[in-house]
C-alpha cells in the first residue's frame, strides 16, 4: 500500500509538473506569438511608412508637374484670349465694311435701313401704322 501511494504521489507530481510545463509552453507560444505580430506589426509599419515616402514623393513630383500644367493653362488662356481679340476685331472689320458698302450705295441711309438690309428676316413693318415704314427687331437697338 506504500508503494501505491508513492506511486499515487509521484504521479500527482507529475501531473502538476505536466501542467506548469502545458502552462509554460502557452506562455511560450504566447510570447512567439506576440513576438511575431509585434515583428509582423513592425513590418507592416515599415511598409507603410516606405508607402507613405512614395507618396510624398510623387506629390512632389507632381506638385512640380501642377506647376508645368497652370503654366500651360496660362498660354492655353492667354491664347485663347488672343484668339478671342481676333475674332472681335474680325467681326469689327465685316461690320465696318458692311456699313461702309450700304452707305456708298445709300448715302442718307438709316441705321434701321441698314440692319433691315444685312437682316432682312429682323424687319417688319409697322403694324399699327400703315405708313410703310420697316421696324427692326427690338434687339438690335
Not at 515616402?53 to 508645368?68: G, H, K, M, N, T
Amino acid at each position: 500500500a506504500k508503494s501505491s501511494s508513492v506511486i499515487s504521489l509521484n504521479f500527482g507530481g507529475v501531473r502538476s509538473r505536466v501542467k506548469s510545463l502545458q502552462v509554460s509552453a502557452q506562455q511560450a507560444v504566447t510570447s512567439v506569438k506576440s513576438s511575431q505580430a509585434i515583428n509582423s506589426l513592425q513590418g507592416g509599419l515599415q511598409s507603410a511608412k516606405d508607402k507613405v515616402a512614395q507618396v510624398l514623393a510623387i506629390d512632389r513630383d507632381s506638385d512640380e508637374w501642377d506647376s508645368d500644367d497652370e503654366a500651360a493653362a496660362i498660354r492655353d488662356e492667354q491664347e485663347a484670349q488672343a484668339d478671342r481679340e481676333a475674332a472681335i476685331q474680325a467681326c469689327m472689320d465685316l461690320t465696318r465694311d458692311e456699313l461702309t458698302q450700304f452707305l456708298s450705295t445709300n448715302p442718307n441711309g438709316s441705321y434701321e435701313q441698314w440692319i433691315c438690309d444685312i437682316h432682312p428676316e429682323n424687319a417688319t413693318e409697322e403694324p399699327l401704322l400703315d405708313t410703310g415704314n420697316v421696324v427692326c427687331d427690338h434687339r438690335f437697338y
